[in-house]
């Protein structure tokens, strides 16, 4: 009997017991033991921050060539770790101090989570602000929500950089693990255990509420667990700084995966966190949100230079935000993902409910045809079901070929979503009309630009002018992944005379005075494209 428990234990598989909650120091070393009946065990370096060991259920969960920590590692930093006596709890505070910025470790008596915020005053110098959790890929070998998109072990080659690989024939990338912000609940690394990133509300970070980044990637030495607070992957928005990101968690589970709508930071006031803002001090806006056709999310998004929020509209177009930071808030609608509305000066004050609704300006006029819908996505077009998780070049992804599609014959789906200007421009349209319609507006909505590629139309034998370059965003996009960028609209005006009773053909070019390999060459996305008068 003895020897089979000694045995059990060698495995990693001894029960658990409760164990004795609070930090010891050894050397340069703090141990954290939270004191949970599973066992959460966890080794902070006194001199950099960085997770050295994290055990949990008697299991060594921390890969063993690199810690876990904020950023790429802050090298060096303060680090002090205090026992704190709340109101109805006891919590262990591990702080570790930078010129810039301030990084907070939490365990509460009796909890298998490690709760953490981050406090910048600028943003890293490595242009990332992100906590990664490196883990045993032994042991943590699965991830969720999204199985073996991201999972890049055993890679026989590289097609992009360093970061899109080729595994068993498939394209895989760890930004192939990315969820939009409004849609986050857990994201997870499994094996027999769950160890999950929760991230209640990203008030801080940049990009709004469908804004992706990174989540996680097996890359074969370690499984690695990440939550993004900001970074340069298509950024379309200043980074947030003198603010505290979070808190958020990374929760140890033996029984399946926990829900962020669960997750309770409130006792967070009571442990001197910088800038932590209790709900008491918080204030909120309701209304209704009016325009949005039905089978399209209403999304109402509030922002300003030191935070984010946004819900979703119910269906008779009610809403409510979450608690809010004081101050005063620019208020944007979308329809899906496209922006429809924007009010400013929306004033949000502690304890208060401001009321303020908002209406869609979208302007109506006869459409003539429109391919797909203003929704902020390339939805129902060609290759947009698979692109998210895969690279354009993957075997799977339909041919991307110059296309011909014939309004009321093809089906939206034979429409390309992306445009790449060496791969498959131009992309051609025939439709017949029944009478000439005089003056008449070509509307090309996209939603990410790469390389300055933008539409130039050719209506018959009338060319088109060759719009401006588009804000450029220092990134790529559709290639890992990414679709939103500034959502560019280019209204081509058609003279009358042009189109004419009977058939019509327009055929549109990605134009740009860039060039680059196949696919990671200038490309623009769709959104919807309409022919349309009045």
Known sequence: MFLSVLLLSALGFASSTSAAFGFTKSGNNYIIDAGSSESLIFTVSGTSCDITSIRYRNVELQGQSKGSHISSGLGSATVSVTEVSGSSNKYVKVTCATSTLTHYMVVKSGDSTIYMATHITEEPSIGELRFIARLQSSKLPNEHPYGTVSNTAGSTSAIEGSDVFVVNGQTRSKFYSSTRFIDKDAQCVYGDIHVCMLTPQPESSSGGPFFRDIESNNAGEDTNLYWYMNSGHVQTETWRSNVLHGPYMMVFSRSGVPSVKNADVSFFSELDVQD????????????????????????????????????????????????????????????????????TDVTVSTGGTTSKNIASTLASHKSLWKLGEYDGQPTGFLNADKFLRMHPSDGRMSGWTPVTYTI???????????????????????????????????????????????????????????????????????????????????????????????????????????SGTTFLNPNFIFDCIELFTG
Not at 327 to 335: D, F, K, N, P, V
């Open 276 to 343: 932590f803002i209790p709900a008491s001090s918080r204030g909120y806006v309701s209304g209704t949100a009016s325009g949005v056709p039905s089978g399209l999310q209403a999304v109402v998004h509030w922002y300003n230079s030191a935070a984010q929020y946004w819900t979703i509209a119910s269906s008779d177009g009610s809403f409510k935000s979450p608690p809010m930071k004081t101050g005063s808030y620019t208020m944007a609608l979308y329809q899906g993902e496209y922006k429809v509305a924007t009010a």
């Open 408 to 514: 009321g014959t093809s089906s939206v789906g034979q429409f390309p979503m992306a445009l790449f200007q060496n791969v498959n421009n131009p992309v051609t349209i025939k439709f017949n009309l029944a009478s000439a319609p005089g003056t008449a507006t070509l509307r090309i909505a996209t939603t990410l630009s790469f390389a300055g590629s933008r539409p130039q139309a050719k209506v018959n034998s009338w060319s088109g002018p060759s719009p401006t370059a588009p804000t450029k965003i220092d990134s790529r996009g559709v290639t890992r992944g990414a679709y939103r960028g500034y959502g560019e609209v280019y209204d081509v005006n058609i003279p009358s005379g042009t189109l004419v009773a009977g058939s019509n053909t327009i055929t549109i070019s990605s134009i740009s005075g860039s």
